[in-house]
């Protein structure tokens, strides 16, 4: 298989605090992983690029000090949402691409981040 | 700027029909166009991919069929089942950009007894 998990499921903060996302592939080592941001009834936004022992490529319009994002490992990233507040409310998705694999990337289940 | 459009927004289907989505790309180095399906408050789920060097694949009960000088392709689910219910996305990425992936809109299948 190819399995992505993603912790925590969902997630409730205050507006001002921070919030980490943890991305795992389970059962393969993935050089790439890939973080990105849905809202409701709306399709993924790809936020950023992450690669093992490098730093993220962030995508245009995304804030790199609001969104932090650290792949540590060959199984791990993570992204780490700094100073929330309620337009930070949405669905995150990490994606994580096999080492060696050209194009398949296999998603997680997500994370329901909700700023109050 | 769209790189990927997706038609129908949303579709119904009888159990037992066939249900098509299309998708049109504008990038022509796109050399990777995945499908994914998608429950609600879940992660998409890879459902089948094609690349540009065939006109069609075929697993199981959905078919991509990819038209190259159009810049277009589509989805096909025979024999549409109820559990087949979601929303689909298509996607596309090319192998020298990182295979960062493209989605379309989305299409929110619902398929009826």
């Known amino acids: 298989g190819a399995v992505v998990s993603q912790h925590p499921s969902w997630v409730i903060c205050k507006s001002g605090t921070s919030v980490k996302i943890e991305c795992r592939s389970l059962d393969f080592q993935a050089t790439t992983m890939f973080w990105y941001r849905q809202f409701p009834k709306q399709s993924l936004m790809l936020m950023a690029t992450?690669?093992?022992?490098?730093?993220?490529?962030?995508e245009q319009g995304v804030e790199k000090d609001k969104f932090l994002i650290n792949h540590a490992s060959l199984t791990l990233s993570t992204l780490t949402v700094t100073s929330a507040h309620p337009e930070d409310s949405s669905f995150y998705i990490c994606s994580a691409k096999r080492t060696g694999s050209s194009y398949e990337q296999y998603f997680g289940p997500g994370t329901r981040l909700t700023v109050t | 700027q769209q790189q990927v459009k997706q038609s129908p927004q949303s579709l119904i289907v009888q159990k037992g029909g066939i249900s098509i989505i299309n998708c049109a790309y504008e990038n022509t180095a796109f050399d990777y166009f995945p499908w994914y399906q998608q429950f609600p408050g879940k992660g998409p789920a890879l459902l089948i991919a094609?690349?540009?060097?065939?006109s069609e694949k075929k697993e199981g009960r959905f078919t991509i069929s990819f038209n190259k000088s159009a810049k277009q392709f589509s989805l096909h689910i025979m024999d549409s089942q109820p559990g087949d219910s979601a929303t689909y996305f298509c996607a596309a990425s090319k192998g020298g950009g990182g295979n960062k992936l493209t989605f379309g809109t989305g299409t929110q299948l619902k398929v009826e007894l």
């Open positions: 992450s690669n093992e022992g490098s730093k993220a490529t962030y």
């Open positions: 094609i690349r540009p060097d065939v």
